[in-house]
């Protein structure tokens, strides 16, 4: 694993929380909506990671859940890997809980998968690979 790629916040509304960090100077990347998971995202490039802005698009999603139980905050934390299919058979075969079995392709084309907060020491762990780097 090589760095941390993003911070993952869960907001109640990008705009509110993209003003705050354009308020501290950064800028904000353009807003994709992620259909699989039902949340809008926007990016926020920090040095050689980001942040992910993360708004619910249905009630029902599991952002909105997680704001209705928590309210705004930390979400999850990603790291990247160069080999997502390798470490996630090697997680699988110690006995590791993942939240999504298969690997799923997010935002930028990003391949990712959940770890579970079980198996993670009570975070919710994002494992993400650049679209170039799948094998």
């Known amino acids: 694993m090589t760095q941390i790629d993003h911070l993952g916040i869960a907001v109640k509304s ?9 308020k501290l100077g ?3 990347m353009p807003e994709e909506v992620v259909e699989s998971e039902k949340v809008r ?6 040095g050689e990671s980001r942040i992910e802005l993360l708004e619910p698009t249905v009630p029902d999603s599991t952002i909105a859940k997680f704001l209705e139980k928590r309210g705004q905050g930390l979400h999850h934390i990603a790291l ?5 299919a390798g470490t996630v058979d090697r997680l699988k075969a110690s006995g590791t809980r993942l939240i999504n079995e298969e ?3 997010g935002a930028g084309g990003h391949r990712y998968v959940f770890v579970h907060p ?4 009570g975070v919710l762990l994002e494992l993400v690979e650049d679209p ?3 094998g």
Do not use: N, R
């Open 14 to 22: 990008l705009a509110e929380a993209k003003q705050f960090y354009e």
């Open 26 to 28: 950064l800028k904000v």
């Open 41 to 46: 995202v926007a990016m926020v490039p920090l």
């Open 80 to 84: 990247q890997v160069t080999d997502l």
């Open 103 to 105: 690997i799923k392709v």
């Open 118 to 121: 079980a198996s993670a020491g």
């Open 132 to 134: 170039g780097h799948s």
